[in-house]
């Protein structure tokens, strides 16, 4: 089978998720070809559509996979081929893209949502499938925290929560996070930014640091949440996206109710207290978040729509 992978490539690059997806599609056989969109906004991504076009009829692919709402509203406007559309969850959450997204749902063949909290807004009748995307399960996120202190030269010493993002990324909520910590009234914890690591080193930090901390205002269902799973690192999150279920169960992770630094504050207490891994990784391979399982259930989808 031949899948057309149509996303952003404004970075200079494909978003890691969509690779380490599509390298587990390969290894299940699937011949896996790209096409990046350049441009912002919906008249940036229909600027694509001649691209696209001849894309499709260079690579022949049986369905074209699109991420994000407005790369499947420019992939649904060529009628070639079938259509399958990934909503991360800024396609859902921002009002403004909403309007879109909701166009390419009504085109596209199948729809496939992140997290159970989009399928409430948009609360599609049919042809969608719920299916979070999946993680690559290494050896690096096995290593112990001395180990991975030692190679990322971290102090021995210190405390370290690991912020879930760019501290200037607005929708990240960094001020809550740097509030909460601050409460804890204890120099020997540091706060680390997520920003400028290649991805082999973020899984060494996540080994490394003594908690992750998620403050994000929106979210779909947030990769780095089940990385930092795979990794066995205590988790304190807000109530947002997927968190509450990816983390259910699992001794060392807590999530808050309220967005109030206070709350956060005391949660950070008990994840920084726990000793050890977390039963983390146990649970995302529980829940078929592995991308060869996810990869799995995305072949079914695209023989459905072939079906068709």
């Known amino acids: ?126 042809n969608y499938t719920l299916l979070p995307c999946g993680i690559d399960m290494t050896e690096v996120q096995q290593a112990n925290k001395h180990d991975a202190r030692r190679e990322l030269g971290l102090s021995v010493e210190k405390q370290y929560v690991l912020f879930a993002g760019a501290f200037d990324n607005e929708v990240k909520n960094a001020s809550l996070a740097k509030k909460a910590v601050a409460l804890l009234d204890n120099d020997n914890v540091e706060l680390v930014e997520l920003k400028g690591y290649s991805r082999e080193e973020v899984m060494m930090l996540m080994c490394a640091v003594d908690a992750f901390l998620m403050t994000s205002f929106t979210e779909g269902s947030p990769q780095v949440i089940k990385e930092a799973l795979a990794c066995g690192c205590p988790i304190i999150s807000v109530d947002v996206g997927d968190v509450k279920e990816r983390v259910d169960g699992v001794d060392g992770c807590f999530v808050a109710d309220t967005y109030e630094p206070e ?34 259930q995305l072949m079914e989808i695209y023989k459905t729509v072939c079906r068709k």
């Open 1 to 126: 089978m031949r899948i057309l992978i149509v996303a952003s490539y404004n970075k200079g690059n494909f978003a890691p998720f969509i690779i380490e997806q599509a390298k587990a599609l390969k290894s299940l056989g699937c011949e896996v070809g790209f096409c990046g969109l350049l441009g912002k906004g919906l008249r940036g991504y229909l600027g694509n559509l001649s691209t696209l076009k001849r894309k499709i009829r260079d690579f022949q692919p049986d369905v074209v996979h699109a991420h994000y709402g407005l790369s499947g509203l420019l992939a649904t406007l060529q009628r070639m081929v079938q259509v399958v559309v990934t909503y991360h969850g800024s396609d859902i959450n921002d009002p403004k893209v909403l309007w879109f997204s909701k166009k390419a749902m009504h085109r596209s063949a199948w729809n496939v949502f992140v997290s159970r909290k989009t399928l409430e807004i948009v609360r599609p009748r049919k």
């Open 263 to 296: 709350e956060l504050s005391e949660l950070l207490k008990m994840a920084l207290a726990f000793e050890g891994k977390t039963k983390g990784r146990e649970k995302v391979i529980a829940d078929g978040l592995d991308n060869q399982h996810v990869a799995q």
